[in-house]
């Protein structure tokens, strides 16, 4: 089974930047869609940004728009989510995830592998 390992959270001020990683243990070209997901304190999980194999689809949430930059290596089977900007509301665990089936989709069952998760937070 493939494992998805983020890293490149922590603590930071408003206005900072954080640049998360998620590194597969198996190739990220087996897969379709690769997303970030986030999740604050006493609520759903929530999309933030998706990225084809191919790099020629690339969606965001509304939050992330225009502050985010997901991107992909796929020769280093890696992810990221570069971050600027930060402000208290992306206080959340960011999550990277896998999708192997066709289709865009930001729903979270719809995504096949997923990591621990990284803490993400904004000091206001």
């Known amino acids: 089974q493939v494992k998805l390992v983020e890293s490149g959270g922590g603590l930071v001020q408003a206005g900072d930047s954080l640049r998360l990683s998620c590194v597969s243990s198996?190739?990220?070209?087996?897969?379709?869609?690769m997303a970030w997901f986030r999740q604050a304190p006493g609520k759903e999980r929530e999309y933030v940004a998706t990225?084809?194999?191919?790099?020629?689809?690339?969606t965001y949430a509304e939050p992330a728009k225009g502050r985010f930059t997901i991107s992909r290596d796929n020769a280093k089977n890696t992810l990221f989510l570069q971050m600027d900007r930060l402000n208290s509301d992306d206080t959340a665990v960011y999550y990277c995830?896998?999708?192997?089936?066709?289709?865009?989709?930001?729903?979270?069952?719809?995504?096949?592998?997923w990591g621990q998760g990284t803490q993400v937070t904004v000091s206001s």
């Open positions: 995830a896998a999708r192997s089936g066709p289709g865009f989709t930001v729903l979270s069952k719809d995504y096949d592998d």
């Open positions: 198996g190739p990220i070209s087996d897969y379709t869609y």
């Open positions: 990225i084809t194999w191919h790099q020629s689809h690339v």
